[in-house]
Nanobody
């Protein structure tokens, strides 16, 4: 049974940066398209960045130029570098395949506020 554990969230001021990490066990990320998702209060979960198995990158328009997704297939991790954060980036961030196929982890809270 695959397990996903997200970490790295926190409280940051607008314009700041955070680096999120997702560690997987019980599976191998290398064969999947992996993605970061987020869910803000009262909103549906949305995908913000995808890194395909071949390395191709896809970003939501709202994060283009600010977020960078990467993966380390050897360590079975997926990382999201978030720069120039805005209050509207406040959400719980999750990782999973794209489309999702594993049980969701608990996510990591990102709060952007002054």
């Amino acid at each position: 049974q695959a397990q996903l554990v997200e970490s790295g969230g926190g409280l940051v001021q607008p314009g700041g940066s955070l680096r999120l990490s997702c560690a997987g066990s019980g599976t191998f990320f290398s064969i999947y398209n992996m993605a970061w998702y987020r869910q803000a209060p009262g909103k549906e979960r949305e995908v913000v960045a995808t890194i395909e198995a071949n390395g191709f990158l896809v970003y939501a328009d709202s994060v283009k130029g600010r977020f960078t997704i990467s993966r380390d297939n050897y360590k079975n991790t997926v990382t999201l570098q978030m720069n120039s954060l805005k209050p509207e980036d406040t959400a719980v961030y999750f990782c999973n395949c794209d489309p999702p196929r594993f049980a969701w982890g608990q996510g990591t809270q990102v709060t952007v506020s002054s």
